[in-house]
């Protein structure tokens, strides 16, 4: 969003604020003088601002403040931003974020979640290359709310920025060596440092981290431990510019993990003859006597990814203008091999595996006019093609015969699982995005500013090749669902009608006994063709209005309405027959937004002060529902979203700063109808869940972090950070305490953190201590209810405490 241009004693800008808060400032602004708070510069808008001088609820962070709260991975982004949850399902290498209650509930990779993630512009598709960039990293932006005119990639819940260094033409550069250790034998190790190989022409930057752990997660009778981290990646960095109308920056970025990925933790939820609590095998976690890190499981497998982002920007300025061109290309890639049943035995294990290539182009033209009206306008093309093949490994282990009298449903399908073997699924999806947009600023006077956006969108999206194939045990073929299937059933069997509800059925229509002469497997030959081929186009609108006034040089409210989309995507999940383009797309989902906010900078500057509310009606919303073997993609009908946030800064000395967050939400599904999971036999059960609360969506979240220099000498300082952060009560499945999902939960909780530095007074070195989770508690970040197929919950935990000690040294 273009602003306009200040001058130098209006710079600095500022929250919305009350007249209650007006006045109290303005009483205590004499008696009370603390030191200035730093201001922080973002690009949210796609121009350098200050984040007080934009009216858009936005969370800068600094190169400083990461290093201070000791964030190293994506996943750590949440502790300090108001309304932001970060889940899991396969750790650090694929966080799924969640931003005011908009998430994705979706493991599959080839969903794309409503959360854009960019990385110096480059937006990146695949959730497995979101943990793969952090490292040497200049700022991060967090914006909530929808995203539909500037970005890239439409999105309906917000986008986050990660901006890495780029080389500089002056005397002071950024170069640094950090070393670490830590808990379960954790070893780090990151550098960067720059040069100029044609002064104030041509700069060079290099980075390397290395992240090294023995993983937390025990895993019995193995010598090594699940959830490990075996991260390395480099990033060479090109800054050329010739004169001072011509700026490019080239960027070129490799990174990857090859560990051994975190194993789930089996609930048992069934309760068998004499053995209560347990899986579809008779096993039951509570017997054992495990601690919650601990777990039996037997196949857990490596996690690799890898990532590969090529971004070359080129900026021409002219007097009155700049243009600038953004062109990127990366290609990632993921395996993993996850014991999804978390025990000894052979119940479900899924190999993961996926292939992503992608290109963007966005070229854009910004104004720097003098008057009153100042334009963003572009245009952008994206495109993805992505290759995935995921193997079901089921009843490995057949299942115990006592789970046909727990759940009489099951009866008939016993003699199916005794030798099922795997599932082969293999999909191929190729997407383009092709978009035009502008931006324009109306600063009608010296207090009072419009901001119009609008965005025109065509998106389209292919189902190149579909497979889903059964195999032994031991790979050899077995026959083919997609396409073979004739039989018309989408299960993956047809068994006897044993069950009450097909007897009724039958009952109720014979006809239905011509069925009978189906039983068995639903699989045609086998065969690696394809389904045909699927396609769908959208168009849409998109875009924002917005108006802000400025009470005072340091007081600015603002309002906006905005609508936002995500594109829709084909059901990336297993199923046994070929389906029309209806019920194998989910549709895109919708947002429209209304917000109102302010924004404040105290007493001199030594406060801050932004604050916003905010409603959505959210329409369509995709997620993934499990039933037995099958995923299913779905629609949401509607539902409602309202909440509130807040962010306090405070230097309330020159050694002590404090810093507050606070989020509210209230979500409702209004309309909503899903299986019923409890009634295995009657694929027909629906049930109505509306009025649940949204997925990853607490009603309650805090964040506190206190800043305190210990002491000062000529030599140097000793500082010590405390954060912490709250979460409250929240679902991880649309079915909330409902049909058996009542443990698919996360309960309140509080974290904190705390670092204690030593900084040379020159800045050349520091040294410091630090702990994570200080109190060991234990809680999820990811649980999924899978007692249809296999009689349990699934669940993955969040880390428990971990300390180390750093040394960086600057030159």
Known sequence: MLQRRLSPHKSRRHLLHTGICLAIASSLNSAFAAPMLEEVLVTAQKSSQSTQDIPVAVTGLTSTQLDKYGFENASDISAQVPNMQVSGPYGDIQPIFAIRGVSMSDYSSNQASPIGVYVDETYLAPVYSHGANFFDIERLEVLRGPQGTLYGKNTTGGAINIITRTPQFNDDPSNYIKLGVGSFNATTAEAGAETQLIDGILAARGALSFKRDEGYAEIVGRDANGAQTDFQGGRLALHFAPNDAWDAVLKYTVSGNDALSTPARNEGRTDLIGAPNSDYNAYSRQSRNLDFHETEANEVGALITNTDIVGLTVTFAGDYYSITSVSSYYDADYYQKADTDGSPNDLLTITWSSNTIGYSQDLRFASEFDGMFNIIAGVYYGYEDQYMNNVYDIFDTPPDL????????????????????????????????????????????????????????????????????????????????????????????????????????????????????????????????????????????????????????????????????????????????????????????????????????????????????????????????????????????????????????????EKLTLQIGFGYLQTEFTELTLANTETIADADDRVDLSGNELISAPKLNYSISVDYDIWETDAGYLTTNLNGNFQDEQWYSAYNDQFGYGEIRQGAYWLFNARTSWHASDDSYSVSLWVKNIMDKEYDSYGINLQAGFGHDNYLAGPPRTFGAEVTYRF
């Open 402 to 653: 006592r789970v046909g009298f727990a759940k009489p449903d099951t009866a008939q399908q016993y003699p199916f699982l005794l030798d099922f073997g795997m599932l082969d699924q293999r999909m191929e999806t190729k997407k383009d995005s092709l978009a035009a947009y502008t931006q324009m600023r109306f600063d009608f006077t010296d207090r009072l500013g419009m901001d119009l956006g609008l965005r025109y969108t065509k998106d389209g999206n292919e189902q190149s090749y579909f497979n889903i194939s059964r195999v032994g045990y031991d790979g050899s073929p077995r026959g083919t669902y997609v396409p073979g299937n004739n039989t018309g059933v989408d299960d993956a069997y047809i068994s006897l009608p044993l069950s009450q509800s097909q007897l009724v059925d039958i009952l109720g229509d014979p006809t239905l006994l011509a069925n009978l002469q189906n039983i068995g497997y639903t699989h045609g030959p086998y065969t690696l063709d394809s389904a045909p081929a699927l396609e769908a186009d959208e168009a849409e609108w998109t875009g924002k209005l917005g108006l802000d006034y400025r009470i005072n040089d340091d007081v600015m409210v603002y309002v906006s309405a905005s609508h936002g989309y995500r594109s829709g995507s084909f059901n990336g999940g297993a199923y046994y027959l070929a389906r029309p383009i209806e019920t194998a797309y989910a549709s895109p989902e919708y947002i429209d937004a209304f917000e109102v906010g302010f924004k404040a900078d105290l007493l001199d500057n030594s406060m801050r002060l932004n604050a916003a509310l905010f409603s959505y009606d959210y329409t369509d919303q995709q997620f993934i529902n499990v039933v037995g073997f099958s995923n299913f993609l779905e629609n949401a009908g509607s539902s409602k979203i309202a909440g509130a946030e807040a962010e306090f800064w405070a230097r309330l000395t």
